[in-house]
């Protein structure tokens, strides 16, 4: 896995390419967290190359937007495949999260 | 290039390994045609799974101790063990919904959910060792 990262305004965009589980997860956590250390309130996950997610990669995103949440932030998820769409349906995960088409939807209004 | 269509592997308890491990189940399912979302999503969600709660839970996320995965797939279906050194855990015993309202919040706790939800079969066979066996059948 490898994420791209950059800010659109005050919105953190990072892109996923890649699997987002057990053995990486950690990686997409931190470097959301150190963001958030430094101001960061809005971030978009883009999911466009996300191969698949387990359940260790779905409990970083409620663990963010969590946080996110707490702060008065949020997280917002862009561009998931039907196949990563019917995971958040299986796991309900789709109420929790304002998912949308794109990057560019995400952003609108953020 | 055909691959063998059985595949036999034993790796230390690094949840590095487990995406080359999946790379290796999904290539051969797709050699039997199975269909775009159990490639995507059915097989490697779910064996991720399997393996992981090997590597963590059953081994203890103890390097010295290992996994072995075991896949067999042909033009019908797939069949996955995953075998850690673990005494195993109660697969029927595991009756949280982690989709109920109350636990949608919770960070962890949807792993076997997935695998019973992805696979058409999963059981766990306990003794000295574990093993867990996946069943998917090509659609």
Redesign the interface.
Known sequence: MSLQVEMQGDVLVIAVD??L???NRQELKQTVLDRVEGGVRKVVVDFAGT??????G???L??LA?RLRELGGDLRLAAL????L??FE????D??FQITASRERALEGF | MTLPAALELRVPSD?????GI?SEVVQRCRQHAFT??QL??NV??AL??AI?NAM?RGNGDDRAKEVRVRAVVDATRLVVEVEDEGTGFDLDGCTGD??APDA????????L??MR??MDEVRCERGVRTIVRLTLHRR
Do not use: H
């Not at chain 2, 949608?104 to 792993?111: F, K, P, Q």
């Open positions: 890649g699997p589980i057990v053995g191969a698949y997610i387990d359940s260790s779905l409990g970083v409620v663990s969590k495949s039907d196949d990563l019917t995971l299986l796991t309900k995960l109420a929790l | 949840v590095g390994r487990i995406e999946v775009g979302r995507a999503l490697p969600v991720t799974e992981s963590l982690p989709t949608l919040a919770r960070e962890d706790g949807r792993g959910f997935l939800a992805l």
